[in-house]
C-alpha cells in the first residue's frame, strides 16, 4: 500500500537552463511503527520506500547532491513515518547547532541558524493546509504552516529524535495525520512532500527533493509528489 505508486520523475526544462524536478514518491504501509529515537536501523526501516539524490542549489545549482542524503518514508493509521541519514565529510563529520540539546519543539528560528532538515507537507496537494518541519543533530527542532496563512504558528506534535554519527548525522520523526488536520490517508491518494538538506557547516550546502519554482522556496506547487 502507498499514498501514490513509484513512477519515473520528470524532467523539465526552464528558461534560465537549470532543470527543475519533481519527483513522485511513495510512502509504504508499515506493519511494525518504527520506534522513534533517532537511531536508524535496517531491521526498523527496511520495508519503508527510500529515496537518496537531492538536488544542489549551490554545488551547483541543479546538479545531485556532492555527500549522499538517504530518506526512509512510511505510514499507519496514525502516524506518517520519516527517518534520514545525512552524510558529512570526514574532517567535518560533526554537525552544528545553535540551540540547547532539550529534545523539544523551541518555536525558534535558532533550529535553521546552523545545520538543519526541513520536511515539507502539503495535505491532499490543495495547497490549503501545508507545513514546515525543522530539525537538528541536537534533536531541537521547529515548525510552521506554510498555508493558511502564510508562515504562522503551528506549535505542532511531532515526535522527533536525531543523534551525530561517524557518518554525519541521522534522526526520525513521526507526525500524527489528526495533528495535521487530516483523515488517515487511503492507498492512492496524492500529498505534496518535500525534504530539504540546510547545512551551514563546513559551507553552506542547501539541497531538497524538488527545486523551488518562480514563486519561491515556499510554493506548494512544486513540492514532490507523494
Known sequence: YSFLPAVTSALTAVDSGAFYRYPCLQATRLETAPTIN???????????????????????????????????????????????????????????ASTAGKGENIQSTDVWARDCIEVMLDVKAEGKNAFNFAGNYKSDYSDYRIQPPLRAAWNGIWKYKARATDFG???????????????????????????????????????????????????VTRFSSL
Open 169 to 219: 548525522w541521522e534522526g526520525e520523526l513521526a507526525v500524527a495525520f489528526k495533528d495535521m488536520e487530516a483523515e488517515t490517508p487511503v492507498s492512492g491518494e496524492t500529498w505534496r512532500f518535500d525534504f530539504v538538506l540546510n547545512e551551514k557547516t563546513p559551507v553552506d550546502r542547501l539541497a531538497a527533493l524538488a527545486l523551488p519554482g518562480k514563486k519561491g522556496w515556499l510554493d
Open 38 to 96: 533517532g537511531i536508524v536501523t535496517s531491521s526498523e526501516w527496511q520495508t519503508a520506500s527510500t529515496y537518496k539524490p537531492l538536488l544542489s542549489f549551490n554545488q551547483p545549482e541543479g546538479y545531485a547532491l556532492d555527500l549522499p542524503v538517504e530518506i526512509f518514508l512510511g505510514w499507519d493509521d496514525i502516524y506518517l513515518y520519516l527517518a534520514f541519514k545525512v552524510y558529512r565529510t570526514a574532517r567535518n563529520v560533526l554537525p552544528e
